[in-house]
Nanobody, 124 residues
Framework: VQLQASGGGLVQAGGSLRLSCTAS????????VGWFRQAPGREREFVAA???????HYADSVKGRFTISRNNGKTTVYLQMNLLKPDDTAVYYC???????????????????WGQGTLVTVSS
């Protein structure tokens, strides 16, 4: 599965961005899709995920500000990011896996497929 992440950019604190993740040639109907981010000098961390059944999961740091969703055709997964903070500055990656159990969702090592990343910069 080849993933393509897009939608990053420069935004002021308090602003919004929407990231998109698409899979080439297939749908996400049978995959858990997650978003992770990596800031300079830091480990890649879990942000949010949506399972094939549609349930969603979020890191505590983004709850209430970020929303993960997918389109009706399940070809694109979105990450709507509101009330952005400078601490949200990072390269954001989408990832997918077809066989994740619930407890594995936050762990980057459990995802088999990764996109190339898109840079989000939040200025203060």
């Amino acid at each position: 599965v080849q993933l393509q992440a897009s939608g990053g950019g420069l935004v002021q604190a308090g602003g919004s961005l929407r990231l998109s993740c698409t899979a080439s040639g297939r749908t996400f109907s049978r995959y858990t899709v997650g978003w992770f981010r990596q800031a300079p000098g830091r480990e890649r961390e879990f942000v949010a995920a949506i399972r094939s059944v549609g349930t969603t999961h979020y890191a505590d740091s983004v709850k209430g500000r970020f929303t993960i969703s997918r389109n009706n055709g399940k070809t694109t997964v979105y990450l709507q990011m509101n009330l952005l903070k400078p601490d949200d500055t990072a390269v954001y990656y989408c990832a997918a896996d077809g066989s994740l159990i619930l407890s594995s969702i936050p762990y980057k090592s459990q995802y088999d497929y990764w996109g190339q990343g898109t840079l989000v910069t939040v200025s203060s």
